[in-house]
């Protein structure tokens, strides 16, 4: 499934109109869908109580169409606008004899705390992809009222239309004053923001309809959610007839006195996403100290320039002699930060003999080892995947953590053309980028994946699976799905609290096994909203007998005799 940026779903509009459909068919279509969804959600709409939210743009309009639909189907329906429209679709909208009001008509917004208490449901359509405007002024005011009507108890459901009021759509920020949707009905395909924390957390449930754009229209555009259908496709063939070396061998560069675990980590990641042969190179006084916790692993102890920290020249000429044998590469878990274990890393990822490997994973140490001079990652002789978590891309970038975060999708995608590498920038919705701008989004946002270790599970698995022959884009793909699902699973046998990054490892072959098929799927609870009830009436607003006159105004709005 694709993901669109604001800008990108601006450019498929306008191909479309070029393909012969209109603005005001898509307009027509997308509040049609809107209007089916809360059908759906609500069973029967007779004399059902829906509010709708109206702002100045395409958004709105999207919302007039929804309102005039709902009112046909039997609903009673109220438009509530930011401000004042004269447009078609506000005009067929008074003209159909929905009550419409306005901002300006509503003095201290007594009408719309009326309109906001009686609703079953609101339809928030008052910004759309068009806007990352701040919340304030006249639009303040609304948001705050309709944050105090969902605080209740018993309170109406909100559908938002394409997206979240506050909601930026390439980014996923989150404005102060935006408020939570239960569904966000979102229009060809979802925008990034929908996909990107903190906003994924507002959208609730995802809904994406198709509103008429032709297909193909968006073949060029290369941003997708990471799905299980995608992830499935990219499983490794594991044929009867298989040996050790079928799988692919994979040497884990890692460890140092102080984190001897996470050279364990990532070979448990790495066999349990199913490498062959896992060897892991560490230096030689705590090599002893990880056969018990990994006796499937081959050891290469390697010299020592101090106590736990290896000596770079030796210990690179006792790894090039091993490299023949090896498919993939994992470096840098739990290295240590020492000016030998550096040069090491520098010195190799740009060595002629590295570049046999199908591919090199660096994570943890070793991109804190390289940041924030990374001029060596263009000249590396094999591809690298770099798997840094949010501060550990800050550290390669020079940015905060928080700039990180506020821009994921387009980071990652820069700094991947920039290093020509493919980036995993781990964290809630992991982002997968390629040096040629392609970019895959996990859906899993697993606060139990938020603990030591998780990330060196993940970079075992990639290797693994790179080992297996899988591209280094198919593979940290592969790699983040089943690393993702793994949390999941965890979670859901241990609780977001207290998993382990052990838990994790152990989970990914399991993973494995759902997505080969070996095991039923699990269904995923679909809630539902449970749309009835509690509104009580609608704040005197009773039924409206005509339009009024164009406009209709508050006293259409609200008015009429019960």
Known sequence: MKLLTSAEMRELEERAEAAGVSTDTLMENAGLAVAQEIWMQLGSLEDRRIAVLVGPGNNGGDGLVAARHLFEWGAQVRAYALRERNDAQWTQTVELGVPCGTVSEDDNFEALEALLSGAEAIVDALLGTGSSRPIEGDLAEIMTRLAAIRSRTVKPKLVAVDLPTGLDADS?????????????????????????????????????????????????????????????????????????????????????????????????????????????????????????????????????????????????????????????????????????????????????????????????DGLNLLGPDTSVLPNAVAPVVLTPHPG????????????????????????????????????????????????????????????????????????????????????????????GDAGNRSARLHGTIGVTAGDVADQLAMASRSLAGEEPVESPSLGGFGMGGGGGDMGGLGQLAGSGGLGGGLEGLLGGQQ
């Open 172 to 364: 996923g920020r989150l404005d102060p004053m935006a408020v939570a949707a239960d569904e966000t009905v979102t229009f060809h395909a979802p925008k990034v923001g929908l996909y990107m924390q903190p906003g994924a957390a507002a959208a609730g449930s995802v809904q994406q309809v198709d509103i008429g754009i032709p297909p193909g229209l968006d073949e060029d555009l290369q941003t997708e959610v990471l799905e299980r259908r995608a992830a499935k496709a990219l499983l490794p063939d594991r044929p009867a007839n298989a040996h050790k070396g079928t799988f692919g061998r994979v040497l884990v560069i890692a460890g140092s006195a102080r984190y001897p675990g996470a050279a364990v980590l990532a070979a448990r990641g790495a066999y349990r996403a199913g490498a062959g042969l896992v060897t892991i190179a560490t230096p030689q006084s705590i090599a002893s100290q990880m056969v018990a916790a990994i006796p499937e692993a081959t050891f290469l102890p390697l010299p020592e320039y101090d106590n736990g920290v290896i000596s770079g020249f030796a210990a690179w000429e006792i790894v090039r002699d091993e490299l023949e044998l090896v498919d993939a590469v994992v470096i840098g878990c739990g290295f240590g930060r020492h000016d030998h274990s550096g040069k090491f890393v520098r010195e190799f990822l740009v060595s002629p003999e590295v570049g046999a490997v199908n591919g090199i994973v660096v994570d943890a």
């Open 392 to 483: 550990e891309m800050g550290t390669l970038t020079g940015l905060s953590t928080e700039d990180v975060q506020g821009q994921r999708l387009t980071i990652a995608r820069e700094r991947a053309t920039e290093w020509n590498c493919h980036v995993v920038l781990k964290g809630a919705n992991t982002v997968v980028a390629t040096p040629d701008n392609r970019a895959r989004v996990s859906e899993v946002a697993q606060p139990a994946l938020a603990t030591a270790g998780t990330g060196d599970v993940l970079s075992g698995a990639i290797g693994a699976l790179i080992a297996q022959g899988l591209s280094p884009f198919d593979a940290a793909t592969l790699g983040v799905y089943l690393h």
